[in-house]
């Protein structure tokens, strides 16, 4: 919704703040419950929608809570890690608290026990190697050795 204000209108700043109150949740636990009942993703639009209804109030009122949400409180929510907030887009989104579970490592400690693991096997394929050489040419060198004096 677009809200157009034309400058030559008197604006009274004195209620400007009382008139949102009575909308807004005092605290961000409050807000964060009343974005519970908000199908999420959503626009901040939707979210000032769901928390004006069932009243009907000037149209003031409703640019008053939807500045207040998009400036301020929905901002410090998404800060404090409750929600994701994209103020560009006017987007809000819960944040996915099992983002992490299901892994207990980190990719970089993954990442670097599987480079260690790697050279590891590296090391025990290079000493096998090495130890099948040198046995190869200790029995080719006796057999040179011994076969001679028994021909």
Known sequence: MTIYHDPRDPVDETDTGA???EFVPETDAALRSALEDV????????V??????PAQPPIDTWA????QLHRTRLPSLDDAGHI?????????????????????????VVGTVSVVVLLVLLALISVSIVTA????VITTTVV????????
Not at 48 to 53: A, F, G, K, R
Not at 133 to 136: E, P, R
Not at 144 to 151: E, G, H, R, Y
């Open 48 to 53: 000032t929608d769901q928390l004006i209804e």
């Open 39 to 46: 199908q999420l993703p959503a626009t901040v639009d939707e």
């Open 133 to 136: 050489f040198t046995v190869t």
């Open 144 to 151: 040179i050795w011994l076969v001679p004096s028994f021909v």
């Open 84 to 108: 994701e907030f994209d103020e560009f887009r006017g987007i809000v989104e819960r944040t996915d608290p099992r983002a992490d579970e299901g892994r207990p490592f980190s990719p970089a």
């Open 64 to 67: 008053d809570v939807h500045e």
């Open 19 to 21: 008139r949102s109150d």
